[in-house]
């Protein structure tokens, strides 16, 4: 069910009482917290709400999930807690379509790092994958991520997934820097910043470069590689070892 109640500091930092001492509701990054265990979900409510700048909006139980809910409440990130059920299915048609409209990020959690686990959960639209015991400070540091426009993914299951990518049929797998697709050194050094995580502010402030720009060079890429998303761009950079791009110097 939805939270309704939320705790004495949540309603302090609504207010603009914030731990670090900054002010202000517009300081605040909304979180929402989707789980099938009532116990997870209190858990991560818990220790989300004590943390400087995130406020957790609102909790829901993953069977009664509904888009709606995403309008009443307007969480920037979705912790969705993907055991225990068909996780294709929820992200793709009940999670991901609807959160994409009303402007929500994905990050997806569980206690299972198998590489289809992952990339079902990518290619549903998530944003993120970490394991469910991933600390605090992790968690947080992805959340924030995430909301940036980045991609955040648990290390080991990047490692597996990269693995399982490279050693999959050539019909499956991502179209690879040997073929005709020809990328410009910028986009190159982009790609590899992706694959490190980098948002687009991020990436324009390295390189000195307007944001409008920064985001032309993403649409490119997109269209060049035939990816979707720059959730996908990540881990195509990743699996096919674009990441060294990053510290490319171009003139």
Same mark, same amino acid.
């Given at each position: ?11 302090? *930092? *609504? ?23 009532? @116990?997870?979900?209190? +858990?991560?409510?818990? #220790?989300?709400?004590?943390?400087? +700048? ?13 888009? *709606? ?7 920037? /990130? ?13 992200? !793709? ?9 009303? !402007?929500?990020?994905?990050? !997806? =959690? %569980?206690?299972? =790092? ?6 079902? #959960? ?17 968690? /947080?540091?992805?959340? $924030? ?22 050693? %999959? ?5 991502? #179209?690879?820097?040997?073929?005709? /697709?020809?990328? &410009? ?15 687009? @502010?991020?990436?324009?402030? $390295? =390189?000195?470069?307007?944001?409008? &720009? ?20 990540? /881990?195509? !950079? ?11 110097? @171009?003139?």
């Amino acid at each position: 069910m939805p939270s309704t109640s939320p705790s004495p500091a949540s309603a302090d *930092r *609504r207010q603009g009482a914030l731990p670090d001492g900054s002010t202000g509701s517009k300081d605040l990054l909304p979180v929402g917290v989707c789980s099938g265990s009532s @116990v997870y979900r209190a +858990g991560l409510m818990t #220790v989300l709400r004590d943390i400087p +700048g995130i406020d957790v909006v609102a909790e829901w139980d993953t069977t009664r999930y509904s888009p *709606r809910l995403l309008q009443d409440h307007r969480p920037r /990130v979705l912790l969705m807690d993907v055991d225990g059920f068909d996780i294709a299915d929820m992200l !793709a048609r009940q999670v991901v379509r609807q959160t994409a409209e009303h !402007a929500v990020k994905v990050l !997806a =959690l %569980s206690a299972h =790092l198998a590489p289809d686990t992952a990339m079902k #959960v990518l290619r549903g639209g998530a944003e993120g994958f970490l394991h469910k015991d991933t600390p605090v400070q992790g968690l /947080v540091d992805a959340i $924030r991520v995430v909301d940036r426009g980045g991609a955040a993914l648990d290390p080991l299951v990047a490692g597996e997934l990269v693995t399982a990518l490279r050693y %999959s049929a050539p019909s499956e797998a991502a #179209v690879g820097p040997d073929n005709e /697709v020809k990328l &410009t050194p910028r986009q190159l050094q982009i790609l590899g910043m992706i694959g490190h995580g980098l948002a687009n @502010v991020e990436i324009a402030d $390295r =390189l000195k470069l307007g944001r409008p &720009t920064v985001k032309s060079h993403i649409s490119s890429l997109l269209r060049a590689l035939d990816l979707r998303d720059r959730t996908q761009l990540a /881990v195509y !950079a990743c699996v096919h070892g674009f990441r060294s791009y990053a510290a490319l110097p @171009v003139n």
